[in-house]
């Protein structure tokens, strides 16, 4: 289960962090990441961040959003710097992961978070 926090409603050039926490037994987690929907458009991914640190972000949002991982508490963090209008929207977050258990890799989604940026 993946448990995502910290939207609300900020002014334009203001700053949210976002948070998402995977529960539940665990073997590995290979990739974790942040996805936007803005209304009426397709979900894209904002950034992700995988195993040894390695991280990749939207054009958008290179230079203001940074990722990082917490793997001792399974936790995901967005800081997201100057937003902008067009950064509102829902945002999901996602992990790839490997569950005890089943033993089979597979794409988990939380139930996302709204960030609103206006005046």
């Known amino acids: 289960q993946l448990q995502a926090s910290g939207g609300g409603l900020v002014q334009p050039g203001g700053s949210l962090r976002l948070s998402c926490a995977a529960s539940g037994s665990i073997f590995r987690i290979n990739r974790m990441g942040w996805y936007h929907q803005a209304p009426g458009k397709q979900r894209e991914l904002v950034a992700d961040?995988?195993?040894?640190?390695?991280?990749n972000y939207a054009e958008s949002v290179v230079g203001r959003f940074t990722i990082s991982r917490d793997n001792a508490q399974n936790t995901v963090y967005l800081q997201m710097n100057r937003l902008k209008p067009e950064d509102a929207g829902v945002y999901y977050c996602n992990a790839n992961l490997v569950p005890r258990g089943s033993w089979t890799v597979g794409d988990y989604w939380g139930q996302g978070t709204l960030v609103t940026v206006s005046s």
């Open positions: 961040i995988a195993s040894g640190d390695r991280t």
